[in-house]
């Protein structure tokens, strides 16, 4: 499988903490992205990073891309009760074809 | 609105019966993809298809089939080969090197 991982698994932080998701994958890409899904709905796109950027900002979320260790970071900063979700990376392979996602890291945001 | 539409939101299954989930978009994406979704657990690709006509088998193909007669349809059929096929299925649609769009899935239960 190309499947990659997040980690931690699970994250529960208090309300205006940050909160920092980290992504690894196995194949060389074109890009990287990290979506959010609430419970039982589809997928929501947050940001893509292309394979020659290293870090890119959107709002409150900053993401990091290191290549050479096949890695990603999201970074939610000053969190909020509603960023209570699941967050996932995917990859598009450098073809551009399948979209490869991880297992997603739970976050749970208290107030 | 330009989107994505899956359906039906839920749908039964009896054993040994096939069934197939619609999938939709007015996007003008030509790659289409079907992923299922287990309790707690990331996506996994089925297959995928990046044109009218063709289409390739990703990670957990086995007890499924698709078809890619229309741009804007890629139907996939849950076979009676698919033994345990209750699951949360999820459609997307993007183009090269871009984000995915995502419908709000079809809950598959079999009674």
């Known amino acids: 499988s190309q499947q990659g991982e997040e980690d931690p698994q699970a994250l529960s932080i208090q309300e205006g903490e940050n909160a920092t998701m980290n992504c690894s994958y196995k194949?060389?890409?074109?890009?990287l992205q990290w979506y959010r899904q609430n419970s039982g709905r589809g997928l929501v796109h947050l940001i893509l990073i292309r394979s020659n950027e290293r870090e890119k900002h959107s709002g409150r979320l900053r993401v990091t891309l290191d290549t050479s260790k096949k890695s990603s970071s999201l970074l939610i900063t000053a969190s909020r009760a509603a960023d209570t979700a699941s967050y996932f990376c995917?990859?598009?392979?450098?073809?551009?074809?399948?979209?490869?996602f991880g297992k997603g890291t739970t976050l749970s945001v208290s107030s | 609105d330009g989107g994505i539409t899956q359906s039906p939101k839920y749908l039964f299954r009896k054993e040994g019966q096939n069934v197939t989930l619609s999938c939709e978009q007015n996007l003008n994406h030509d790659a289409m993809y079907w992923y299922r979704q287990d309790p707690g657990q990331g996506l996994r690709l089925i297959y995928y298809?990046?044109?009218?006509?063709?289409?390739q088998k990703g990670d957990i193909a086995e007890g499924y089939s698709v078809s890619r007669e229309k741009k804007e349809s890629f139907p996939l059929t849950v076979t009676s080969a698919q033994k345990n096929p209750t699951a949360f299925y999820l459609c997307?649609?993007?183009?090269?090197?871009?984000?995915?769009?995502f419908g709000q899935g079809t809950r598959l239960t079999v009674v």
């Open positions: 194949t060389s890409i074109n890009n």
């Open positions: 995917a990859t598009d392979d450098q073809a551009g074809t399948a979209l490869i």
């Open positions: 298809s990046q044109i009218v006509n063709d289409f």
């Open positions: 997307a649609s993007k183009t090269w090197s871009t984000e995915a769009f």
